[in-house]
């Protein structure tokens, strides 16, 4: 410290410094420019997938995209024409009831996670199960119903609703406990000095504050169901008719798609990229709305 | 309830009323119907365990441990074994995670280490979760018509330039492993993404002001210190994308060939427990049916264990950073 107070030891020492800003072609400065090169490549790449999905969507999709296509019933064989219309309802019917299901247990499996007992042995169990669940193969959901259901009543639009719930129950437990969380606990705290029951605290604080984001956890739930099709492989299995009770074969989009992609017809191809284009704007429109409900945090 | 012990406290006048005897009613009723639902998922994945452990029951009395070691499916000879379905699941998930995990740590990066003002990044974010909303079935298709004839010329050079690596000993016929691990590590990509965002955004600023001002460029602050200390936080990124990936089961059905062989040629048609799941399960008779839960049970098991690893590692990174819980 001392010697380089004195001037003529900060002059000798300066010939030794080296120099100490970047160079423009020193080799750390090159390694750099070249890692971000590569990672916009990357980046770029990573979305080239995406784009290329939607302009087939789109151009594929949308020439064959009328309104017979959403209405008539799937063609046979060499038939021309011929749509996708059972699918829909077929598809829509099925994420109903699998949300009719999983929504309400979700949400109170949620409220006792979140409110009631967040640090119970039970809740931190649940919470690690439902975790487990997120990442379970979408076919076991379907191999389980199989086993229960389908067994026993025959192939119908119900095992395919239940199929599909035991997908979503995880996803809105997780959510809903999460948006629950976000409730700041002044709110919850000035409830009870009021002198509320824990019941009135979660009907009245808890699920109207929190309401947004559980919609949100609901929306994507019903979003990832719609677009699943491995759970409805053998247990909504496929059908050629409108839906005529929920105790029989049922249709959905996505099953139509696995059908017709592997027919030798062109009629049949180009049907399932427009029913593709029908899938994703529902799974699209589920999408939107649960980031309209609530604005994302971050 | 009866002996509600603010009943005789309240004025006449008020207009609060303490908890009536149906209130404390709603209020226990209500708690115990909470918590019988947070049991009930614990309860469901005990019962799938149970019912598909029992359907399996007969195959896996008949067949034992041989089956995981078996390389034929025939449900005529009523001969069953899954090894060549366990080699393509293992051997797709593991070329999609090499895919799909450095392109989504990479993107992990181009969005968190200020490469993108706010609002292109925004952007940027909104194109990896619209990849991740895309079903499976479509990317099976687009695998189908789009991937596979684009591959199709490059999968022929290399077989009549390299046929001598093993990775490229066949030709790519139409389906097969490659675009299957392709389709799958798009698949896996805003999972990875995602959570390593996650891991690399709990850092706090300073440890990355710090290595700034120690004069290093931009690339070495992320290789030498970000993406060490978010090291663990990645990983749980990687094991829960190989996760998914193993469980996947439409696109691979679609595009992977269904062909129940051992070959480590990348464009050989090949198979996976979930694709032998959905293309045997509707056609199956009864004891191949036994013989197809008895699959979705290894295949059960090789994803629990993935999961139940990286959640671990990601509640251990966690608590690392947030010194809590």
């Known amino acids: ?298 | 309830m009866s002996a509600n012990p603010f009943k005789d406290k309240a004025s006449p006048h008020s207009a609060s009323a303490p908890p009536s005897a149906a209130d404390y009613w709603a209020d226990s009723l209500f708690r115990k119907l909470a918590m019988t639902c947070a049991g009930l998922i614990i309860a469901l994945l005990a019962y799938i365990l149970l019912e598909i452990g029992s359907q399996a029951m007969p195959a896996i009395s008949e067949y034992g441990i041989g089956f995981v070691g078996g390389t034929t499916w025939d449900g005529s000879r009523d001969e069953f074994g899954v090894l060549p379905e366990i080699w393509g699941t293992l051997y797709s998930s593991i070329l999609a995670l090499i895919i799909g995990g450095i392109m989504g740590v990479t993107i992990a990066i181009f969005l968190t280490q200020e490469f993108l003002s706010q609002k292109v990044a925004t952007v940027f974010r909104l194109i990896v979760e619209l990849l991740a909303a895309i079903p499976s079935v479509v990317y099976g298709l687009w695998g189908i018509y789009v991937l596979i004839p684009m591959l199709r010329p490059v999968a022929g050079w290399l077989h009549t330039h390299f046929d001598f690596i093993p990775l490229f000993s066949t030709d790519l016929s139409g389906p097969g492993l490659a675009p299957a691990a392709l389709v799958l590590a798009i698949m896996i990509l805003p999972t990875v993404a995602a959570i390593s965002v996650d891991a690399l955004k709990r850092i706090p600023y300073k440890v990355k002001e710090a290595a700034y001002g120690m004069g290093t460029t931009r690339w070495e602050a992320i290789l030498k210190v970000m993406l060490p200390t978010a090291s663990s936080g990645i990983l749980a990124a990687l094991v829960l994308g190989f996760g998914r990936a193993l469980g996947e089961t439409m696109a691979l059905a679609m595009l992977i060939g269904n062909s129940n062989q051992i070959n480590l040629s990348l464009f050989a048609p090949a198979n996976t427990l979930a694709s032998l799941l959905a293309s045997s399960f509707p056609e199956a008779g009864d004891l191949e049916i036994r013989a197809l839960m008895y699959a979705a049970i290894v295949l059960l098991l090789l994803t629990f264990v993935v999961n139940v690893m990286g959640l671990a590692i990601q509640q251990y990174t966690m608590r690392k950073f947030e010194g809590k819980k």
């Open chain 1, 1 to 298: 410290m001392s010697e380089l107070a004195t001037p003529s030891a900060s002059a000798s020492a300066s010939a030794k410094i080296p120099r100490l800003e970047r160079q423009a072609w020193e080799r750390r400065t090159l390694t750099n420019r070249f890692l971000t090169l590569l990672t916009w490549l990357v980046a770029i790449l990573g979305s080239v997938p995406l784009f290329s999905v939607i302009f087939m969507l789109v151009s594929e999709g949308g020439a064959r995209l009328d309104w017979e296509a959403i209405t008539a019933l799937p063609p046979a064989g060499f038939d021309m024409g011929g749509g996708f219309g059972n699918a829909i309802i077929g598809t829509l019917v099925m994420v109903a009831i699998a949300s009719l299901i999983s929504v309400p247990l979700g949400i109170l499996a949620a409220i006792y996670l979140a409110v009631l007992g967040p640090a119970s042995k039970l809740a931190s169990a649940s919470r690690f199960v439902a975790k487990t669940l997120t990442g379970f193969p979408s076919i076991l959901a379907g191999v389980f119903t199989y086993a229960i259901l389908v067994v026993n009543f025959g192939y119908s639009a119900l095992a395919g609703g239940v199929a599909l719930s035991v997908l979503m129950l995880p996803t809105v437990i997780l959510a809903a406990e999460e948006a629950m969380k976000q409730v700041p606990q002044k709110m919850v705290d000035a409830a009870y000095g009021m002198g509320c029951t824990p019941t009135q605290v979660i009907w009245k604080v808890v699920l109207p504050t929190g309401a947004p984001g559980i919609l949100t956890g609901v929306m994507l739930a019903v979003a990832g169901a719609a677009g699943e099709s491995a759970p409805l492989l053998f247990t909504a299995l496929f059908s050629n008719y409108y839906l005529e009770s929920l105790m029989e074969p049922t249709a959905s989009l996505s099953i139509l798609i696995y059908n017709f992609s592997a027919m030798p017809f062109d009629n049949q191809i180009q049907l399932a990229w427009a029913a593709s284009l029908v899938l994703v704007l529902i799974v699209l429109v589920f999408n939107i709305l649960a980031r309209l409900v609530s604005r994302p945090k971050f």
